[in-house]
């Protein structure tokens, strides 16, 4: 019973040109929506968050977007940097039993290649 | 100056042992979590504390023991080990309740023959 879904294991995609990662979701109670990222032997990382009452979130070079009625979300970095290689984790978060609750989606390994 | 430490950080023992893990965080944080992510690189919730008092755990194996002597601190101790406990633990912090930004540290890798 995945709630939050990646469905691309992997992306490669040129330096300078844009990564799109996506998620599916299919619980509406989650408020928050974040993507984080990890290297190898590192834990993982928080890159941005959206609010479940927001349709856009930009910080430099990322930009989240939220798609309710799709229960869809999606993570664009333009452009690309090498540096940006690495796994990508969708997460979902919503208050409950006194504690934040974070569920993760399986990853996207972006490959960004010179 | 890391803001959540685990130790250690790859641990290979042998099936029906006992081993530990330890964490700390210097963030101030009220709530600490413990996750698995498994061999399909799931990140999974494990078990929350708060305050030292624990507040969420997911069906874990009794097997599976956490202990947070104070707020800063969540150890997590695991009896009579099984094959399908090889996994990376990580430990994480965060406010109690925000949008769900969690601080993590860098994993412990455990490996059971």
């Known amino acids: 019973d995945q709630q939050v879904k990646q469905n691309s294991p992997s992306l490669s995609v040129q330096e300078g040109r844009i990564s799109i990662l996506n998620c599916d979701y299919t619980n509406s109670m989650f408020d928050y929506f974040l993507w984080y990222k990890k290297y190898p032997a590192e834990g993982p990382t928080f890159l941005i968050s959206?609010?479940?009452?927001?349709d856009k979130n930009e910080d430099g070079r990322f930009t989240v977007f939220l798609n309710k009625s799709a229960k869809h979300l999606s993570l664009h970095i333009v452009p690309s940097q090498p540096g940006d290689s690495a796994v990508y984790f969708c997460a979902a978060s919503y208050f409950g039993e006194g504690a934040q609750k974070l569920v993760f989606g399986q990853g996207t390994r972006l490959t960004i290649n010179p | 100056d890391t803001a959540v430490s685990q130790t250690p950080k790859y641990l290979v023992t042998q099936m029906g042992n006992d081993k530990s893990i330890k964490c700390e965080q210097n963030l101030g944080h009220d709530t600490m979590y413990w996750y698995k992510q498994d061999s399909k690189k799931f990140l999974k919730i494990m078990f929350s504390?708060?305050?030292?008092?624990?507040?969420i755990n997911e069906t874990v194996p009794n097997r599976f023991s956490p202990k947070s002597p104070d707020k800063a601190h969540l150890n997590l101790h695991i009896n009579s080990l099984e094959l399908g406990d090889s996994a990376v633990y990580f430990c994480?912090?965060?406010?109690?309740?925000?949008?769900?930004?969690?601080?993590f540290g860098e994993g412990s890798r455990l490996t059971v023959l």
């Open positions: 959206i609010s479940s009452i927001k």
């Open positions: 994480a912090s965060s406010r109690r309740q925000g949008t769900g930004e969690l601080f």
């Open positions: 504390y708060n305050n030292k008092e624990l507040i």
